[in-house]
């Protein structure tokens, strides 16, 4: 059975530049040898094999924070003799690319002669990817974060939180009585209206959520009980101003706030949701 060495050098080459992935590969310096595809190996296609062969990334690349990582990496391939993988955000025309870069040792006869790699482009996956994460703790009516952002990145921002900490309550007088004379298109209008004025009206290190129905829950760091007062004033002067004869945009609002101590969400939640129903039931 004739092996590799019944093709010739085109031949090769030819298969070696027809690898799904862009295959490179590089000396013990850290410069490239070779690679089977320079058009995609920069983000615009404007690259020649004359700016890339016999350099390395540090002399390629623009970003030197980028550069350094790439040669670094390499560096760690060569003094480890063990592979490495990574994804790498590239920015292109129609947005950030991204890339996963697979490197291993090339070693011949007991000593590490090079590296060869390979570069994907995995840019639609990552994009999926992130397109489903934004779904999924994202409210698609209001465009406001739905209640998995708290399973999802809760525990992360109350982290970074700072006290006091505020969670203000909201829930709408009036979406009920919009549902039965009007339709749920106006229904949904209703809390369209309601998620935008909170979003166009959020404090800085703060995220609104709708929790589902007619619930919205905003969380404030660094807000004291007097600035969340004052945010659900200018709250319920803007809802006014946006109303209208069919949509009267009327939440009630109620909030707790924690100054020092542990944070313990829940507590805080039920705290909120308590004194948001007292003055829901109190302007009736």
Partial sequence: ???????????????????????FFKDTECRYLFISDVKTFFPYGEGQEEDVLGKTD?????????????????????????????????????????YQIKKNPVVLEGKIIGIV????????????????????????????????????????????????????????NYLKRVNDAYGHEYGDLLLKRVGRVIRENLPPESVALRMGGDEFLIACSHFSAEEAEQLIERLHGELARQSDDRLKLDVAFGYHTVTEGPFDYTAVYHAADRDMYRNKHKNR
């Avoid at 059975?1 to 085109?10: F, H, K, N, V």
């Avoid at 031949?11 to 027809?18: A, H, I």
């Fill in 117 to 172: 790699g390979l570069i994907g482009d995995i840019t639609e996956r990552v994009r999926l990817e992130k397109q489903a994460e934004n779904w999924a703790v994202h409210d698609d009516l209001t465009g406001l974060y739905n209640r998995n952002y708290l399973k999802v990145k809760g525990a992360e921002q109350l982290k970074g939180a700072i006290m006091p900490i505020t969670i203000i309550m909201g829930d709408c």
């Fill in 58 to 98: 540090l002399e390629i690349w623009s970003s030197e924070e980028q550069a350094r990582f790439y040669y670094e990496q390499d560096q760690k391939v060569l003094a480890t003799g063990e592979g490495t993988s990574f994804i790498t955000e590239v920015p292109r025309k129609d947005g950030t690319a991204y």
């Fill in 1 to 23: 059975m004739q092996g590799i060495d019944a093709l010739g050098y085109e031949e090769v080459m030819t298969f070696l530049r027809s690898t799904p992935a862009n295959l």
